[in-house]
């Protein structure tokens, strides 16, 4: 009897349980901002891809060493803007920054309107040597053919710079005068870290005592058939930025012949203290932005997706242990841990005296640089073992920017008017954007490429037969058309 009674309260609690669960998954409604429809805009689709074609033919590519690397060819590329944007070039002022990178000031009509800024890059990635030959056109022939604008930088990020400029030549043609004053900020050396670009417009603009509404600059994107459970496209708007971080690891013992090895050698001591900091990562953290991220597109999704993501109290172990197993989603809730370089030894029969080894941290929001250093040092337990910052691109996470304010709602709204089929929800940005020098100038810095991307097209940005849609790149300036008149 006392066998059937437990049975019973099991069965009677799975049961309230399974109601429970139902009831909160239905109850989960759509989170989607509903928004006006807006006309399609008209836009010469060939002019602007052509444009942005003979853009893409000046071999813009920065070197962290030498300033001046391809300087004439930016020089050409100044010269395309104000040739082919010539109302632009007349309204609004433009500064030169620290010899290639550019500042545009819109003047608003309300002095009292905190201004925003627009942002894109300027430079592009090389070529990896022995993979001309895989592009179906040349990466520098800027070719428009098949619907498509081919060559390097046509996503990443001559597209963003020249879909806004054609934005702002059209509303200027049109007599559009802002409210707010627009900066248009394009560094030159994004692909290397922006120290010199967007590093110094920051400090420029802080000089000036200004603070801005929102910054919005590329980052992530529509993406379609890359969310289980979910049929329409997902719009990510990036609303964080993680950290970036290289520690170099460093022993030293006392080398000697390969026929007497000591029980402690230094790559012994060095290949553990790896192998712990592979075996013990950071930790997960499903709570704050990936958790929102989630249940914006539940009550979008089917089946146990829907139910899962709508129930983070029962499912989330489970949701956890899932996600870590991708590198992909793994990415989006720790900090992650790479092991990148490794040196030891010259000789097989000498046993080296040194080991070093490269370790690269991507930082969630909220950990921090000490944190990951102290992490590494419990993990590894060795005192023996140096750990140090490596070069100076360690930079902290950024702040998560606000997402119950005017900025975020009008980047939403924008996307629900030019992609009405899509799903907008808050994302991270796993790279680093020239964005976040602009952290501490305002509370709304968000990382957004209106284009659509298939799972197909990702091996394309940094890759071979880079290209832009033409229909795409026109969706692009009409989302930045819109967006000024929604919120400046």
């Known amino acids: 009897m006392a ?18 669960v139902g009831v909160n998954t239905a109850r989960s409604g759509s989170k989607q901002l509903v928004v006006e429809k807006v006309p399609v805009l008209a836009i010469d689709e060939a002019a602007a891809a052509q444009r942005l074609g003979e853009a893409l033919r000046f071999v813009t590519i920065s070197d962290y060493k030498n300033a001046d690397a391809n300087a004439a060819e930016f020089d050409k590329l100044h010269a395309h803007l104000q040739a082919s944007f010539p109302r632009l070039h007349a309204a609004l002022k433009r500064e030169n920054i620290n010899g290639k990178a550019l500042l545009y000031t819109w003047q608003g009509s309300d002095a009292k309107a905190a201004p925003v800024m627009w942002m894109a890059h300027q430079d592009v990635v090389p070529i990896a040597p022995g993979t001309e030959k895989n592009w179906e056109q040349q990466p520098f022939a800027g070719v428009v053919r098949d619907g498509f604008i081919w060559g390097r930088g046509s996503w990443d990020d001559k597209g963003n710079l020249y879909a806004q400029m054609e934005a702002i030549e059209m509303l200027l043609a049109a007599g559009f005068q802002p409210r707010r004053t627009i ?116 009550p979008e999704m089917t089946g146990m997706n829907r ?38 030894g010259v000789k097989d029969n000498v046993l080296p005296g040194t080991a070093s080894a490269t370790v690269n941290f991507r930082l969630l929001p909220g950990d921090t640089l000490a944190g990951v250093e102290q992490h590494m040092r419990q993990v590894i337990g060795n005192d023996k073992v140096r750990i140090a910052p490596d070069g100076d691109f360690n930079t902290e ?20 008017q030019v992609f009405p089929d899509v799903v907008v929800a808050p994302g991270l940005m796993i790279g680093a954007t020239d964005s976040r020098y602009f952290d501490g100038m305002s509370d709304s810095v968000l990382k957004f490429g209106p284009v659509r991307a298939q799972p197909e097209d990702l091996p394309r940005f940094h890759g071979t037969n880079e290209r832009m849609s033409v229909k795409g790149y026109a969706d692009m300036i009409r989302f930045y058309h819109q967006l000024l008149k929604n919120s400046a």
């Open 3 to 20: 066998v059937k009674k437990v049975l019973a309260v099991a069965l009677a609690a799975i049961g309230v349980l399974a109601v429970a």
């Open 183 to 298: 900066y248009l900020a394009y560094g030159a050396d994004e692909e290397v870290g922006g120290k010199r670009g967007a590093a110094k417009i920051a400090e420029l603009l802080k000089s000036r005592g200004v603070k801005l509404d929102y910054v919005l600059d590329e980052g992530l994107m529509i993406v379609h058939g890359m969310v289980p459970g979910l049929q329409p496209g997902a719009a990510m708007v990036g609303v964080a930025e993680k950290g970036y971080a290289s520690y170099k690891l460093e022993l030293e013992t006392a080398p000697g012949h390969s026929s007497m090895p000591p029980q402690d050698t230094a790559i012994g001591m060095m290949s553990k203290a790896l192998v712990a900091l592979e075996a013990n990562p950071m930790p997960v953290r499903m709570a704050g932005l990936p958790q929102q991220s989630f249940e914006m597109m539940a």
């Open 307 to 344: 139910v899962a993501l709508s129930n983070f109290w029962l499912f989330k172990p489970m949701l956890e242990r899932m996600l870590a197993k991708s590198p992909s989603t793994n990415a989006l809730i720790r900090t992650t841990t790479a092991l990148t370089i490794v040196n030891a």
């Open 397 to 416: 996470a950024s702040r998560v920017a606000r997402q119950d304010g005017a900025a975020f709602a009008a980047v939403n709204r924008t996307i629900r």
